[in-house]
């Protein structure tokens, strides 16, 4: 500037006063969000990750979440079908009963696709024996039902003089699954021998009680995830190749030529994808509330704090984005680093998998990622009825995110 | 008079100087052709012409106004054509002049911008689907936004088959006809002598000739220089044209 003589205007425009300010702006960004909108809405990645892929997502887990836990037992051919177990078992919800040879079950079983295997054979009971179990190999129950010779007692037909051994065949390999399978059949094998003993007041009961809640699905812990990961995903891999994009196009450098403040660039592409996001949520949770059960503690109150969260999240994610948009020129050097920011989010930000899974030594990484926040935030919400002020840590987390990658990206955003 | 005054402009990367003390006037009404190779620095001086660059030193004044000093008015002023493209990805023709509109923050009817340039048809087309000359007509169209003093164009005609550089060479004069100041660089010869009523010869970061083009050839001529073969009263351009006719054929 030293070298700056003062320009020596031969027409009268020398006295003019200078203009050291920028114009208003406002045009300037209503013009382009709306260009980043319309251009966001022709993208196919951003119609992928932003609502396709969390759909589909939703809809598979969503689906498969809402059985609960079945007991998957296959019949060998032959068994007794008119046997009391086996009446008895097809009444219970809660077990999937199959049927094949003796081989072909055992094979399922091996490969895990049944959790146990009954052949329910009748043996005569001779006349005069009371109520007596044999213990065949793999911790088998076996039936006798009341003494023979008793009608109507046991009431069940054709039982009279029959008693019936059931082997059930389960596998080492999966202890829970097999210890599941034995209770359920043991239980089965005792209400039966109970009533074949003629026992109607037995002297121990069991009452189980069902205190008011409501059935917490897959689909609730899936929902807020996918939301997470959708805002994550439109935040920085959006950002960050939008802009590197705008970049390489020399786009920045045309709109630099027009009195247009680089200030407000950033905030009208913040805004267009704040829109996008707006839909996302409301698609998504749409979405979840009318096809998959998904719970909304107070129901609208809940949706619109949802929605404020997620807005939230997204602004402070946009962080990530910006630092990574102002320190690449081309989209090939830049998609590593992009993995690097979302990949581990997306696997330890509990998305897909609850923080609590992970081990110990990895659970305080997991637990504050921005990702988590967002996550823990919105099943707190969603699930448990919590207020703003209730999830004040987790938006404060993000907040401190937040702060931390603007600096960054503020320091070290470069236009060209 | 003079709507452009560069003096004494300098521009250093490191080690490199770009543009090594250049200074020249630009009068208002008129078109104004930079040429020079590759790597003379005609870009360099456009683009701290255009407020794009800082300069190392020197000044430019557009208009009354410094560049340095009061860059938004000029920005105002002016309007650019960049050597590649530069437009919004995935938006079409109406909504690229709508989105400049903003930017400028002026009122536009696009329809009528376009049908300036022959585009009216593709106003719904996005400008990646465009071909090589309809870029740059659509590109001219841009700087026109802003109804601006100066336009600047960075080698418009490079890539364009000789029908479309014609009649691009009828959109700059039709613009200047309407009392716009047009700015060029080019890298052909024929066209600087065509279009330009004045021209500045670039190398190596400095200006090393200007005047009118006949000018120059005539100081050129002084100095006892003559064509080492006869020259034809034709050129292939010539029977080119001739064969193919002018009109344009790029959609």
């Known amino acids: 500037m030293s070298k700056m003589t003062r320009v020596v205007d031969p027409v009268p425009r020398v006295g003019r006063t200078t203009q050291a300010r920028a114009p208003s702006q406002w045009a300037a960004f209503v013009a382009m969000t709306r260009a980043s909108f319309v251009a966001q809405t022709r993208s196919l990645a951003n119609l992928f990750f932003g609502f396709l892929f969390p759909l589909v997502f939703i809809a598979v887990f969503g689906l498969l979440g809402n059985g609960g836990t079945n007991i998957k037992l296959g019949v060998s051919d032959g068994s007794d079908q008119q046997s009391p177990i086996y009446l008895a078992l097809t009444h219970i919800s809660a077990v999937q009963l199959s049927h094949g040879s003796a081989s072909s079950l055992e094979a399922d079983l091996r490969s895990g696709k049944l959790d146990g295997v009954l052949s329910i054979t009748a043996v005569p009971i001779p006349a005069g024996q009371g109520p007596g179990q044999t213990v065949p190999s793999q911790g088998s129950p076996t039936v006798a039902p009341g003494a023979g010779g008793q009608p109507g007692t046991g009431g069940f037909p054709g039982a009279a003089g029959t008693g019936y051994a059931v082997t059930l065949t389960t596998t080492s390999a999966s202890p829970q699954n097999a210890a599941a399978a034995q209770a359920f059949v043991q239980g089965v094998v005792d209400q039966v021998n109970v009533r074949a003993a003629g026992i109607t007041t037995p002297a121990v009961t069991l009452a189980t009680k069902d205190i008011a809640g409501r059935k917490y699905t897959y689909i609730d812990f899936v929902l807020p995830g996918q939301l997470g990961f959708s805002l994550l995903s439109i935040a920085i891999f959006g950002t960050a190749f939008g802009f590197v994009v705008l970049k390489r196009t020399l786009v920045f450098k045309r709109i630099f030529a027009t009195p247009t403040r680089p200030t407000t660039i950033v905030l009208a592409q913040g805004a267009s994808r704040l829109i996008i996001a707006f839909a996302q949520v409301i698609v998504l949770l749409v979405a979840g509330v009318y096809f998959f059960n998904f719970y909304l503690a107070h129901g609208a109150e809940t949706f619109a704090e949802m929605l404020l969260v997620s807005l939230f999240g997204l602004v402070a994610f946009l962080g990530f984005g910006l630092i990574v948009a102002g320190n690449f020129r081309d989209e090939n050097a830049m998609g590593p680093v992009v993995n690097l920011i979302t990949l581990p989010q997306f696997l330890l930000g509990g998305s897909f998998f609850p923080t609590d899974s992970f081990p110990k030594w990895l659970q305080p990484v997991a637990n504050n990622l921005p990702l988590s926040y967002l996550n823990d935030a919105l099943r707190k919400i969603a699930s448990d009825g919590a207020s703003l002020y209730d999830v004040r840590w987790q938006l404060l987390g993000i907040l401190a995110w937040g702060v931390v990658t603007y600096l960054v990206a503020i320091r070290t955003f470069k236009w060209e | ?251």
């Open chain 2, 1 to 251: 008079m003079a709507i452009i005054e560069v003096r004494e402009l300098v521009k250093r990367y490191g080690s490199l100087t770009a543009v090594n003390g250049v200074s020249f006037e630009v009068n208002e009404g008129e078109i104004f052709g930079i040429v020079g190779p590759n790597g003379a620095g005609k870009t360099t001086t456009l683009e701290i012409i255009e407020t794009l660059k800082q300069p190392t030193s020197g000044q430019v004044v557009i208009d009354g106004f410094d560049a340095r000093r009061d860059p938004w008015r000029v920005k105002r002023l002016i309007g650019v054509q960049l050597q590649a493209a530069g437009f919004y990805p995935g938006l079409t023709l109406r909504e690229l002049l709508q989105l400049f509109a903003g930017l400028y923050d002026v009122k536009v009817d696009p329809m009528a911008m376009l049908r300036k340039v022959q585009l009216e048809d593709k106003a719904r087309t996005r400008f990646e689907k465009l071909s090589g000359g309809q870029k740059q007509r659509f590109s001219i169209a841009s700087t026109l936004v802003n109804r601006p003093r100066v336009i600047f164009l960075d080698e418009p005609s490079t890539g364009l088959d000789p029908q479309a550089r014609f009649n691009l060479w009828e959109l700059v004069r039709e613009i200047r006809s309407e009392g716009v100041t047009v700015v060029l660089t080019t890298h052909y010869m024929e066209e600087a002598e065509q279009l330009s009523d004045r021209v500045a010869i670039m190398d190596e970061g400095r200006i090393v000739a200007s005047g009118t083009p006949g000018e120059l050839i005539d100081r050129l001529l002084a100095k006892g220089f003559q064509k080492p073969q006869v020259v034809r009263p034709a050129s292939l351009e010539d029977v080119f044209l001739d064969l193919t006719g002018k009109e344009l054929r790029d959609e």
